[in-house]
């Protein structure tokens, strides 16, 4: 069995204490003599078992304002609107404010991603000292990816080289980032500490990264037109994480899905690029991908409601177990009984309601390769929520999965389906 090992922050190392943190790269090649290692699989991380949102349409509608950035007659509506206080003050709900999120990263790339030369692999960033490491840097992401998120792993196998390797770095930037909420050094981590995470961020932004695993994401950004915001909002998300425990209503629940999952979706769509002959809008394509990343954690929430409560969490929005004459007890209780699976059932159809959203985006990806990897992964992840159902809504003491016999059934069918969007893709050409 491969050995892999997982760099995460340890209460001695430099996110807790900064003149450590501030080390140049040369010296931090030998990064794991200094900070904790892992060997063989890392429990399931908090943040793998959270949070969820409401489809476009579930709200009150909103018309979009003018972005400048639309197809005129292919606007999206934002389902989300301004609200106002019980103070009669006016505020925004997460909805629109992600969606403003959404618009400014696809302006962003507007040009960038739909132009092949930029697309074209940059030169690899000079580091000081060995030419060879990123090859190494790059090789590490692989080897952290193939252990701790196999299935995925083997869905990155469908995509181009390149695209792979900067999937394989910005996965393992994720994977830290959230380690640092949910591993074994967890007790340790304090705002201050993300801000120092944070920082660290805005180096590996600015081409001075920290460690091998900094410097893979480092290169990846010199080729791909990522931007920071999404990065810096999966931090907040974790900030978020440290203070809160309870969701008051699904605008709450929203945002945290954005900052843990949503962002996701955002850094993959400048790697896995837009087919130049999309007619999609850019920002559709974003809020597709969006849409995935917050399928995906409101199905890891739903899979999950009984680890997290365990552990004291109730990441359900609490007016809606209010509605269905439900509390925080019955779920500690944790019995199945009508109310729940009446509650389930639409919380269910929600999370589907983002798969369907995130589906209408995979046609557009840039190739059939990207397509199929990403058709792969809605596809396996969407069936937890099949498996929810077998279980009776018994997410309480059973753990919804997909078995690989399962997964190996689906096969054909997420490759029919990926071949399909491509064909959708075709005709459209
Ligand atoms: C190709 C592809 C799927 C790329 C995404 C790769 C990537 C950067 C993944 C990072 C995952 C990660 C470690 C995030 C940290 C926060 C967190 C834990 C979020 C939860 C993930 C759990 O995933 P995992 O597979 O590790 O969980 P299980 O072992 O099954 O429990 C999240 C649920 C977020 C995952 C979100 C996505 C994968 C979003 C993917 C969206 C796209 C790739 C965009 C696709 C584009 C269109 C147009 C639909």
């Not at 204490?17 to 890392?42: A, C, T």
């Not at 695993?213 to 791909?224: E, N």
């Amino acid at each position: 069995m491969s050995i892999c090992t997982l760099w995460v922050v340890s209460p001695s190392s430099e996110v807790l204490s900064g003149n450590v943190f501030l080390e140049p790269i040369r010296e931090s090649y030998h990064f794991s003599d200094k900070s904790l290692m892992y060997n063989g699989r890392v429990k399931k991380s908090r943040h793998q078992r959270r949070r969820s949102r409401y489809g476009v349409g579930d709200l009150s509608s909103f018309c979009l304002r003018e972005s400048g950035l639309e197809t005129p007659g292919r606007r999206l509506s934002v389902s989300s609107s301004i609200i106002a206080t019980p103070a009669g003050e006016m505020t925004m709900t997460s909805e629109q404010k992600v969606y403003d999120v959404v618009l400014k990263q696809a302006a962003l790339i507007n040009r960038q991603l739909r132009s092949r030369e930029n697309l074209e692999v940059k030169p690899d960033i000079i580091l000081p000292g060995n030419a060879n490491v990123l090859n190494e840097a790059y090789d590490r992401c692989r080897e952290v990816c193939a252990e701790y998120a196999k299935s995925f792993y083997w869905g990155t196998q469908l995509m181009t080289p390149e695209r792979r390797l900067a999937i394989w770095a910005i996965y393992v930037w994720c994977r830290r980032t959230d380690e640092l909420v949910d591993g074994p050094n967890a007790s340790h981590i304090n705002p201050t500490a993300l801000d120092r995470w944070e920082a660290r961020l805005e180096d590996v932004f600015k081409g001075q990264p920290f460690d091998m695993l900094d410097a893979a994401l480092s290169d990846t950004i010199t080729k791909y037109p990522v931007d920071i915001q999404p990065f810096r909002d999966m931090i907040e998300g974790m900030r978020m994480d440290l203070k809160k425990s309870r969701y008051k209503n699904f605008d709450e629940l929203y945002l945290y899905c954005y900052y843990v999952a949503g962002t996701v979706g955002l850094m993959s769509v400048p790697v896995m690029g837009i087919a130049p002959e999309s007619k999609a809008t850019t920002e559709s394509v974003y809020n597709a991908a969006l849409s995935l990343g917050i399928a995906n954690q409101l199905t890891n929430i739903l899979r999950d409601v009984g680890e997290d409560a365990r552990r004291g969490r109730v990441y359900l929005p609490q007016d809606e177990l209010a509605q269905a004459g439900l509390s925080d007890e019955d779920i500690f209780a944790g019995k199945v009984t009508d109310k729940w699976r009446i509650f389930m059932k639409k919380q269910i159809k929600r999370a589907r309601k983002f798969y369907d959203d995130a589906e209408k985006g995979v046609p557009e990806l840039s190739s059939a390769k990207q397509i199929a990897c990403v058709g792969q992964r809605l596809l396996f992840y969407r069936k937890i929520l099949d498996e929810i159902e077998a279980n009776d809504y018994n997410n309480f003491t059973k753990r919804a999965y997909v078995n690989k016999a399962k997964k190996l059934l689906a096969m054909p069918v997420a490759c029919a389906k990926s071949l399909s969007f491509y064909d959708t893709q075709n005709m459209r050409a």
